[in-house]
């Protein structure tokens, strides 16, 4: 019983897909290998290739083609034994946590500290005194504990306040009583938690001489140092299968009266007095959004690099995968027909192109709201908020519109793949499964865009009212009450070349919706629950028109090297404006002739980016270690890539199946009166 393997003299069908991705680069205009160091910077690239090959040859961390074919327990395992191989290697190698960060990246597997790093270690850092970070944060960058962060609640996620977890000061023992009142107060989803972490830094509501300060942290531990056995009075273990992100062991935990002492409680802003157990409030609270701030531009971040490796995949296979032959305008290879890549489809590049254009984007987008996060920190620092609320407001709405935008992406770039898309070996299935889980944390996706809206109904009264600060949000809705009437101007498809007539309409737009919402609720009465649709869409048209004006004043900019980033970012404005036509045409900025004449445009462009399109995602440089796609490798041998990881499918490691005994040959062999045996000895019928 020999495993099954494909005849190795057999190659795909000419032209090789190699062929195809050659001819394909020599199309683009610009050199890739520039562009990626515009995009990432020398300094990060070194580091990411010195990293790589440490990776690569880790006899831990260096193969990763069981992805693919293990099951949960087999997964986890390895998933613990490449988070402790990444602790062993930040210490032979002493890594900076930036570059621990390039290598969690290239790994590319969410395992069980992930949370122990980008939460726990974080929140001590930024919550805890001077004395307390001594205490929890010193042993825990050593890794002699591990924590996670317990926040969400089996009854309670995105409404913080609702809590039900406990933390009681009792003063006559100067500790706090953590404590879990219902079923629906058990912590939930809680990542690390399940198996690996001995603490946690716990959000409990306080509660000290009877009154109750709302959800505060505490660092808890949980499970004794020496046994990794449940302290007394605490329940934990992990909750079961999900979606995806399988190899962390996300977890819930209760309490029964647990103590914890008077340090556990993060006391950097806000204190409870140890032995009157008065409340001490913190000076300023706005200052925790200045992290929420560099965290969400930290998403948007990310996105580009997910929307760009979803394109890198379905991009590089479009132009591999060749299917009929388009009759009108032929494909012809050294003067022989052949069939058309799917690349060459309009609707294929109606359906791609724009994702590479949202992933630059991103990336112009994410650069800017770092900036503005420092510039806002240094006021911050001289008692100036101002500027905070509006950047904010402006970080909720992107991170909700970023990481929708991701997990579209992915999805239509994998239905892209066709058939094979459909494969895990494509490299999209799992990648789409652990993503999706951004779309729910670090707030709820929908519930987010509330927090924009509001802030932007507010700027409206306030500009209206003569305010005159000159934040982006007060800048165009001071721009729409100037002229509320006014209409595009757009006579000829040629004039929508001009980026600032596609910014006029996204400015319109955003405070159009804004002032309809304002009237609806001051003059019309309506309740805040009745106009969520709306609030919603507020809030993605205004993200849309932050995204739009930062991409094209990056480009656009007199020095800009790369006109063809230009085209991409006329088409992310065309295509946002397309799909959002409702909004357009409603609010009479456009009429239905200017629409025909968007989608007229839009397709001009579609057809003007097509010899660039591979180009420009081999300029995000994804090594194959991270990709793990057989569609979408560089060298385009995507067939030869899928048989080759087809044959490792333990299903064919045998010719027979272990089964066939049990469940297979019962039934067969009771027909075995009507066979009949060849000259091989092969029953036949």
């Excluded at 300023?284 to 394109?311: P, W």
């Excluded at 890549?341 to 994410?366: E, G, K, W």
């Excluded at 494509?426 to 509330?450: A, C, H, I, R």
Aim: glycine share 6%; with cysteine.
């Amino acid at each position: 019983m020999a495993p099954t393997r494909f005849p190795p003299h057999l190659k795909p069908i000419e032209p090789q897909g190699s062929y195809l991705l050659e001819q394909e680069r020599k199309k683009a205009s610009f050199d890739p290998s520039t562009l990626k160091i515009d995009l990432y910077g020398e300094e990060y690239l070194a580091r990411r290739d010195r990293i790589l090959q440490i990776l690569e040859n880790d006899p831990v961390l260096g193969d990763k083609s069981h992805r693919y074919f293990t099951g949960r327990d087999i997964r986890f395992k390895k998933a613990l034994e490449a988070a402790k191989r990444l602790v062993d290697l930040t210490k032979i190698h002493n890594w900076t946590p930036e570059e621990y960060a390039i290598a969690d990246f290239l790994f590319d597997e969410s395992g069980p500290f992930r949370l122990h790093r980008s939460m726990f270690m974080p929140t001590i850092e930024n919550q805890g005194t001077e004395e307390q970070k001594k205490k929890y944060l010193e042993p825990a960058k050593r890794f002699e504990i591990i924590g996670c962060y317990a926040q969400t609640e089996l009854g309670h996620g995105s409404n913080v306040r609702g809590l039900e977890t406990t933390a009681t000061y009792d003063p006559c023992s100067q500790t706090f009583v953590i404590h879990s009142p219902t079923l629906t107060a058990s912590k939930w989803w809680i990542g690390g938690l399940g198996v690996a972490a001995n603490h946690a830094v716990v959000m409990a509501r306080l509660i000290s001489n009877g009154k109750d300060f709302g959800p505060h942290p505490f660092v808890v531990q949980i499970r004794d140092l020496k046994t990794h056995e449940p302290l007394p009075g605490v329940t934990v273990g992990d909750i079961g299968p999900k979606f995806g992100f399988n190899t962390v062991d996300n977890g819930f935990i209760l309490f029964d009266h647990v103590r914890v002492p008077h340090d556990a409680m993060m006391a950097r802003y806000s204190k409870i007095d140890k032995a009157t157990g008065n409340y001490i409030k913190p000076p300023n609270e706005k200052l925790a959004y200045g992290t929420m701030v560099f965290v969400r531009a930290n998403i948007v971040l990310e996105s580009r690099l997910v929307l760009a490796r979803a394109a890198t995949v379905a991009i590089r296979y479009s132009a591999v995968r060749a299917q009929f032959i388009d009759d009108a305008n032929p494909k012809k290879v050294k003067n022989v027909v052949v069939e058309t890549p799917v690349l060459d489809y309009r609707m294929q590049q109606y359906r791609l192109f724009p994702v590479i254009a949202q992933a630059y984007a991103c990336h112009f987008t994410a650069l800017e709201m770092h900036r503005m996060y420092y510039e806002n920190q240094a006021k911050m620092a001289n008692g100036d908020f101002s500027y905070l609320a509006d950047l904010h407001a402006s970080s909720s709405g992107l991170k909700s519109l970023v990481t929708t935008m991701g997990v579209a992406g992915i999805e239509e770039c994998r239905r892209a793949c066709g058939g094979h898309g459909y494969s895990l070996f494509s490299g999209l299935g799992q990648f789409y499964q652990d993503y999706l889980p951004k779309v729910t944390w670090e707030g709820d996706n929908y519930l987010l865009t509330q927090q924009t809206t509001r802030y932007l109904m507010k700027t409206l009264r306030a500009v209206r009212a003569g305010g005159k600060d000159t934040h982006f949000s007060s800048a165009y809705l001071r721009e729409y009450l100037s002229s509320p009437q006014r209409q595009c101007p757009v006579q000829h498809p040629d004039e929508l070349a001009n980026p600032e007539i596609l910014l006029s309409a996204f400015r319109f737009r955003a405070a159009f919706l804004i002032d309809k919402a304002v009237e609806a609720m001051d003059v019309n009465q309506r309740s805040w629950n009745d106009m969520l649709v709306e609030i919603y869409r507020i809030s993605r048209a205004h993200c849309q028109l932050l995204m739009a004006t930062h991409f094209v004043t990056a480009v656009y900019a007199a020095d800009y090297k790369y006109p063809v980033l230009q085209k991409l970012a006329l088409l992310f404005c065309l295509s946002m404006l397309e799909q959002e036509m409702a909004d357009f045409l409603t609010s009479g900025y456009l009429t239905p002739p200017q629409a025909l004449l968007v989608k007229e445009y839009l397709i001009r462009v579609l057809n003007e980016i097509r010899p660039e399109v591979v180009a420009l995602v081999d300029a995000f440089d994804f090594p194959e270690y991270l990709l793990q796609s057989a569609l979408g490798a560089k060298d385009g041998d995507a067939y030869v890539r899928m048989t080759r990881m087809a044959e490792l499918e333990p299903l064919n490691q045998n010719s027979v199946a272990a089964s066939y005994n049990d469940c297979i040959k019962p039934l067969i062999h009771a027909g075995q009166t009507a066979w009949k045996f060849d000259r091989n000895g092969n029953a036949r019928l």
